[in-house]
Each structure stands twice: as C-alpha cells, then as structure tokens.
C-alpha cells in the first residue's frame, strides 16, 4: 500500500515498550504511526505528517496531556480527532480532557480488538472497517430511561427559567431541571418539571437560548419562589 | 380558564363580611385569597408569601389604609405589588388622597363582583412579573429528559429524545440496561453523526462511551453474545 494514502496517527507517550505495542497493532490496522516521547519532537511532527489523528498520553513528565491538548486545540485550532490513552482512573480526568477538547479518553491496557472498536469512531481504513463492531438493535422499549446533560440558567421568573445550551430542546418538551439555585428558590431537592415553550438559537455563539415553563408545579411552591424573587 | 388562576390576592379589611365577599368573588375567578384584619398582619404575611395583589381598606381600627399606602411608597417589595383601594369613603379628597400615595384604583363599597374583578384584572395586567437575573458560578443546573438506547455496541450506543444533542454535548445516561451494564457511570459524549430527525418529534443521537476500558467493552460486547 502506498505509505501515503494511509491515515498518519500521531502518538505522544513517553513508555517506550507501550509505545512500540501500539505501533505493532496501529501498522497492522492501516495506520501510519509515529510515536514520539518529546514535546518538540511532537510538535515538529504536526507540522512534517499533518496527522489525521492523534493520541496523548495523559503523564508525560514535565509537561501533562492536559498541556497538549489545549495547545492542538486552542492555540493550534486543529479539528483532527485526540483521543487520550491514559492509565488515570477517574471520571475527573475524563471530564477535564473532554472539556480541553478530546474527542475521547481510553484506559490503558488497550488490545486490537478494543482499540480499532474506539477508532472506528473517528476515522476509517479497509482493515478498521472489517472489524468495526455492529450496532445491535435493542428491543422496542426494552432500554427506556431518561438522559441528562447540564445547562446554564441565565434567568428565573415567576412562569419559568431561561436557560442557556448548544443543544436544541425542542418547544414542547417536558423534562426535570436540577439546580442549587431553584433549592435556593424553594423548590423542593432543587428539582422542577417545566415544559420548552421557546428555544432560539445565537447563531454566532451556537448556543441556544431556552425558556421553560415551570409545569404542574403546586401553587404553594410557586409562592415560595415570587418571595425568593422579590427579595 | 379562570383569569386570575395561579394569582395570589391579599384582602386587608376589619369586616370579616367584607373580607368574605371579596374572598368569594376572587375565588371564583381562580385566585388564591389570604385575608387579614389588620395592617400589620397584612405587612407581615406578604413578606412572607408575597402576593401577586393587594386589596387594602381605607378604614381600618389601628394603621389606616392611607398609613399603608405611605409606608408603600417606602418600601422596594411593596411598591412593585400593586395595590387597590377598597373603601366607603365617596369624598373627592379620600379618592385623590388615595392616589396621591400611589394606590392603582380605588373600589368604592359597596360594589358589583364585576366592577371588583375588572379593576383586579387590570391591576394585575400593568404588573411585571419578578425577575431574577443567574449569575456566574450558581447557574450550574441538569436536565433530564425521557431516552430510549435502541442501539447499541461496545464502545457506543444510539439513543432516541426530544432533544436535538450538540455534537461533543456531555450526556450522562440513566436507563435500566445502561446500569447494569455498568455503562451509567461512564461520561459519555454525544459524537458527531447526531442530530437526525427520526420520527414523532425525536432526534437520534450516537454517544460515544468515554473513558471506557478493554474489560467492560469486553462485557457488554459479550452482552449481546458477541465473542472476543
């Protein structure tokens, strides 16, 4: 196959034997890879391979994953994948890589199979492709529950709160919101069911701005939150 | 639908009869009423349950309402209650007196349920709701809305919501099948082939399960009797 029309992996990771098992399984998925145990030497590679997709380990010494990441995504602006290969348990240090921008985060020790699953996701070679993993249909209602992801609150009136969120919530939809301003409010455990009455999008900022109806709320309580505004 | 549901009315009048007859007109138009004989009760139970209305007579044993109206002009949280009069009192210089001091309307006993309810609905029209501005490091909140996973594999799963994810959106899940898998502990982040419209106001979205390791992949892989 003709060296440059494979996608060039980028990894940063300073244990030399992990670095060479990655390479073994990476070369053998179609990927050019080029590991590298330095900053510099990293850095220069971006320039030299333009990478498709890059790989930081989380401990590195002097410098941290973390350090990376923000400088290929904030400082460099590149859109490429960085999924973080890291030993580090723990969900603080899942979120703090997501929100500096990885796309993803893999806990050491990896395998073939489970690494070229990960992959899958974000680039695509012949070899990859033969072992991306099916989506398995579930059951009609078999797998029923609820989602939840985090928003700002910029106002609460007496009819409901504007909330702020890049993602659309359709007018019209019914869900729970959980705040330690609405416990502050009165509401009890913080928790109140409001129904989307408008979302509108600041396409500059990509984020919407969402007001929500408090739904089925006891009068009683709603009483508690005007006092809790008028002071 | 009732024009005064979800208001709250505050009646300060020494006549319980009085009290009783404006209860009974607010009510039937959906208000919630809370009566008082006196100013200072009624001073007092507003500052605790803030109505939306207060409805104050002019004649009253102790504190009059001219004594109310003044200590209103005074005072943030009344001032922005708007207030009616509800007296006897004919006299020219009673009513201007009355608005001079800054009630909105003036109610002259005895009066018609109508005239009564107009004047309230009006009051209540020219009122601005309360507002609260969330500042930075307090408006931290979560919403939770219904999902359905309709599919999934080990490393990821489709879901199905009213809501249209943000590629990269942190989500966590919480679905009987998500916790036994152990997949509810993970964070999870909404990858980029998301946001398809799919039928009766939901989006599907595929989220990716971050921060995973090679043995619950392994698990749930075997979940669905797929093999190494």
């Known amino acids: ?231 | 639908m009732a024009s005064l549901a979800g208001k709250n009315i505050l009646v300060i009048d020494d006549a319980a009869d009085m009290r009783l007859l404006a209860r009974k007109i607010l009510e039937v138009d959906g208000a919630t009423v809370s009566d008082v004989a006196s100013i200072d009760a009624g001073i007092a139970l507003a500052r605790e349950k803030v109505p939306h209305l207060i409805v104050v007579d002019l004649e009253l044993p102790e504190k009059t309402g001219f004594d109310f109206l003044e200590f209103r002009r005074g005072d943030a949280l009344f001032q922005a209650i708007p207030s009616l009069v509800l007296s006897g009192r004919k006299d020219r210089e009673s009513v201007q007196r009355a608005i001079s001091l800054g009630a909105d309307d003036y109610v002259l006993k005895p009066f018609r349920a109508t005239l009564m309810l107009q004047k309230v609905r009006k009051a209540l029209k020219l009122t601005s709701f309360y507002r609260k501005s969330v500042g930075p490091g307090i408006d931290g909140a979560t919403v939770a809305v219904a999902v359905e996973v309709t599919h999934l594999n080990e490393v990821a799963c489709r879901i199905a919501s009213p809501v249209k994810f943000a590629p990269g959106e942190s989500v966590r899940l919480a679905t009987e099948l998500t916790s036994r898998l152990g997949i509810d502990r993970l964070p999870l982040c909404v990858s980029p082939v998301s946001g398809v419209y799919l039928n009766a106001g939901q989006y599907g979205a595929e989220v990716d399960f971050v921060g995973i390791d090679r043995e619950l992949a392994a698990r749930i892989r075997a979940s669905f009797g797929g093999g190494k």
């Open chain 1, 1 to 231: 196959m003709n060296q440059r029309l494979k996608p060039v992996l980028l990894a940063i990771e300073d244990d030399h034997d992990f670095r060479k098992g990655m390479e073994i399984v990476l070369e053998r998925l179609g990927f050019r890879f080029v590991g590298v145990d330095r900053f510099e030497d990293f850095y220069e590679c971006i320039e030299k391979f333009k990478p498709d997709l890059y790989l930081v380990d989380l401990q590195l010494g002097a410098q941290s994953g973390f350090d990376v990441i923000h400088e290929l995504r904030h400082r460099r602006g590149l859109k490429e994948p960085i999924l973080v290969v890291s030993g580090v348990r723990g969900t603080e240090a899942v979120a703090h890589a997501i929100e500096l921008g990885a796309s993803d985060f893999l806990l050491k020790p990896l395998d073939r199979t489970f690494l070229s699953a990960k992959l899958s996701r974000f680039i695509e070679t012949d070899l990859i492709l033969e072992h991306k993993p099916k989506f398995h249909e579930l059951p009609r209602g078999s797998a029923g529950g609820k989602v939840e992801f985090d928003v700002k609150i910029s106002e609460i009136d007496e009819l409901g709160i504007r909330f702020r969120t890049s993602s659309l919530v359709p007018k019209g939809t019914v869900m729970k919101l959980r705040s330690a301003v609405l416990a502050e409010a009165g509401m009890p455990d913080g928790e109140a069911l409001v129904a989307v009455v408008s979302s509108d999008l600041d396409p500059t900022a990509k984020v919407y701005t969402t007001y929500a109806e408090f739904d089925g709320v006891d009068v009683e309580i709603l009483q508690r939150v005007r006092s809790w505004l008028a002071t």
